[in-house]
């Protein structure tokens, strides 16, 4: 009680820690989050015509658009990647164990025609969060303030316009296998083999060099693998093997007959602010261009001696992404 005023409230100090040397500047900045987030929610009405748009028949084996109406423009999404097993889970069972954390984000923008476009995001990108006085990582956001202030951070970093990202995903290991399961496996081609046994997260890695074909738990293990606390790069290009996988088991004869039923067993491993009918429609227009998704991520500046944050490379014009139409490259 003794950071308490007389009539009960947080004295001063405790404000500071709560909210930074400028907690009035902070307190803004959520409020404004929050207020965004319900105009996002409105304004949203423009992108499906109907509230939850139903196919009125099966979906067709070769049409996309059957699974539901497309959007009528670009969406952008951000997907949390966390290091539980469930969504729900209290623990995240890794190592140190805790509440979940985000290990993997994406911005994922899909409209109907065009290559899907994907920003992986630097998980240990120093940035500055709400009541720390020091530079923490992104990926300390989520941890911080879930959802919400974890897409105001990247708006920010990025450079995006108002209301970005539009809808989010956060996905659990679990939702990750139950997706490569049922969409029946998928390929990659890995330039190397992968041993490695974690016994403080009680994991182990066990995949051949090669194009090999692998199940939910193998997905899993090449997402998850980073034997070097420091090389969050190295992971992330493993990563983004598998989303080209994903990708191309999406264009499979089978999928589209497939994804209500995957839609329906992901949805209910994940926190999202999609219906399962608004996910098919976005799934119908990024199966509506053959071209696999054009995966970008932020230019850093080199590390700095023992550093594990990482920063920006300076003077880059925003926004960071999406690259115009026609500019986009491959990284």
Same mark, same amino acid.
Not at 38 to 46: D, E, H, R
Not at 127 to 133: F, H, I, Q
């Given at each position: 009680?003794?950071?308490?005023g007389p009539?009960g409230?947080?004295?001063?100090?405790?404000l /500071?820690?709560?909210?930074g #040397?400028?907690?009035?500047?902070?307190?803004?900045?959520i409020?404004?989050?929050?207020?965004?987030a319900?105009?996002?929610?409105?304004?949203?009405?423009?992108i499906?015509p /109907?509230?939850?748009p139903?196919?009125?028949?099966?979906? #067709?084996?070769?049409?996309?658009a059957?699974?539901?109406?497309?959007?009528?423009?670009?969406v952008?999404?951000?997907?949390v990647g966390?290091?539980?097993?469930?969504?729900?889970?209290? #623990?995240?069972?890794?190592?140190?164990?805790?509440?979940?954390?985000?290990?993997?984000?994406m911005?994922?923008?899909?409209?109907?025609g065009?290559?899907?476009?994907?920003?992986?995001?630097?998980?240990?990108?120093a940035?500055?969060?709400?009541?720390?006085?020091t *530079?923490?990582?992104?990926?300390?956001?989520y941890?911080?303030?879930?959802?919400?202030?974890t897409?105001?951070?990247?708006?920010?970093?990025?450079?995006? /316009?108002?209301?970005?990202?539009e809808?989010?995903v956060?996905?659990?290991?679990?939702?990750?296998r139950? =997706?490569v399961?049922?969409?029946?496996?998928?390929?990659?081609t890995?330039?190397?083999?992968? /041993?490695?046994?974690d016994?403080?997260?009680n994991?182990?890695?066990?995949?051949?060099a090669?194009r090999?074909t692998?199940?939910?738990q193998?997905?899993?293990?090449l997402a998850?693998y980073?034997?070097?606390?420091?090389?969050?790069?190295?992971?992330?290009?493993?990563?983004q093997?598998l989303?080209n996988?994903?990708?191309?088991?999406?264009n499979?004869?089978?999928?589209?007959? =497939?994804?209500?039923?995957v839609?329906?067993?992901? #949805?209910a491993?994940?926190?999202?602010?999609?219906?399962?009918?608004?996910? *098919?429609?976005?799934?119908?227009?990024?199966?509506?261009s053959?071209?696999?998704?054009?995966?970008?991520?932020?230019?850093l500046?080199p590390?700095?001696?023992?550093?594990? *944050?990482?920063?920006?490379?300076?003077?880059?014009?925003?926004?960071?992404w999406?690259?115009?139409?026609?500019d986009a490259?491959?990284?």
């Open positions: 009680m003794k950071d308490e009539t409230d947080p004295s001063p100090s405790r /500071k820690r709560w909210f #040397s400028h907690p009035f500047r902070t307190i803004l900045r409020a404004a989050a929050v207020a965004g319900s105009l996002i929610a409105g304004g949203l009405g423009v499906w /109907k509230p939850d139903i196919a009125a028949e099966p979906p #067709s084996a070769d049409d996309p059957s699974l539901a109406p497309l959007p009528k423009r670009p952008m999404v951000l997907v966390i290091d539980a097993d469930g969504i729900h889970d209290p #623990s995240n069972r890794a190592a140190p164990q805790g509440p979940a954390n985000a290990d993997s984000l911005l994922i923008q899909i409209s109907p065009d290559p899907v476009q994907v920003l992986q995001l630097p998980t240990e990108l940035v500055n969060l709400p009541g720390r006085t *530079m923490q990582s992104l990926a300390d956001a941890p911080l303030g879930s959802v919400a202030l897409a105001d951070v990247i708006a920010e970093v990025v450079g995006l /316009k108002e209301g970005e990202p809808r989010f956060v996905i659990a290991r679990q939702a990750l139950s =997706l399961d049922g969409l029946g496996e998928v390929e990659v890995l330039n190397q083999s992968y /041993k490695h046994k016994s403080a997260q994991y182990s890695v066990n995949l051949q090669g090999q692998l199940n939910g193998q997905a899993e293990q998850r980073r034997p070097e606390p420091k090389n969050d790069q190295a992971r992330r290009s493993r990563q093997s989303l996988g994903i990708h191309e088991q999406l499979q004869p089978n999928a589209i007959a =497939l994804l209500p039923y839609i329906g067993e992901v #949805s491993q994940m926190e999202t602010d999609l219906t399962p009918m608004e996910m *098919m429609s976005l799934a119908a227009a990024a199966l509506s053959n071209q696999p998704p054009v995966i970008t991520q932020l230019e500046a590390r700095t001696g023992q550093q594990v *944050m990482r920063e920006l490379k300076p003077n880059q014009q925003l926004p960071l999406p690259a115009p139409p026609g490259a491959d990284n």
